[in-house]
């Protein structure tokens, strides 16, 4: 036989598991958030691409960076798109040019400046000083002469330009 009391224990136990149901899915609902979060930084830890270096300082000890300059110079010169070589030019190559009156193409060929070029390339002959950087570049024309023009490399407002031939 059941008494008053069970009765009345009886009662209020079903009814903390109503009201105690809803705070146990919460808490079920928040476990698997944090299961799920862990997991998504887990992932995008692992699967994210490394930061990409910033690129080396300009400089006229660096070898690529000088070889690069010219290189892109000498396409210039080749292809005969003389505006942009002359972009490449420091203040002091440009006030050669005035002061020689003479175009960047006359000034730097010579009197192979009529010649075709066949080929533009750098020469293994290089040295640098502490504020410049001369590399030997020789110039092939299609009548299978060449001409050798020594290059140097000064830093000006940051970038690698041509000072002199």
């Known amino acids: ?30 476990a ?10 887990y992932h995008y830890i692992k699967n994210r691409k ?8 300009v400089s006229v000890q660096d070898d690529s960076q000088v070889s690069r300059t010219i290189n892109q110079f000498n396409s210039f010169v080749k292809t005969g798109n003389w505006e942009e070589a002359q972009k490449m ?3 002091e190559g440009q006030s050669r040019l005035i002061e020689e009156k ?5 000034s730097l060929l010579g009197d192979k400046k009529n010649a075709q070029l066949a080929e533009a ?5 290089q040295s640098h000083t ?14 299978n002469s060449n001409k050798i023009v020594p290059i140097t490399i000064v830093l000006e407002d940051g970038r690698l330009l041509v000072n002199s031939w």
């Open 1 to 30: 036989m059941r008494t008053i009391f069970e009765d009345v224990i009886e009662k209020s136990n079903k009814d903390d598991d109503r009201q105690g149901r809803g705070f146990t899915i919460a808490l079920w609902l928040v």
């Open 32 to 41: 698997l958030l944090s299961l799920g979060g862990a997991y998504g930084a």
């Open 50 to 57: 490394p930061e990409v270096p910033p690129p080396p300082p």
């Open 89 to 91: 030019l420091s203040r």
């Open 102 to 106: 003479l175009s960047l193409r006359d």
């Open 121 to 125: 390339s750098l020469t293994p002959s």
């Open 130 to 143: 502490p504020s410049t950087a001369r590399i030997d570049c020789a110039y092939i024309f299609l009548d």
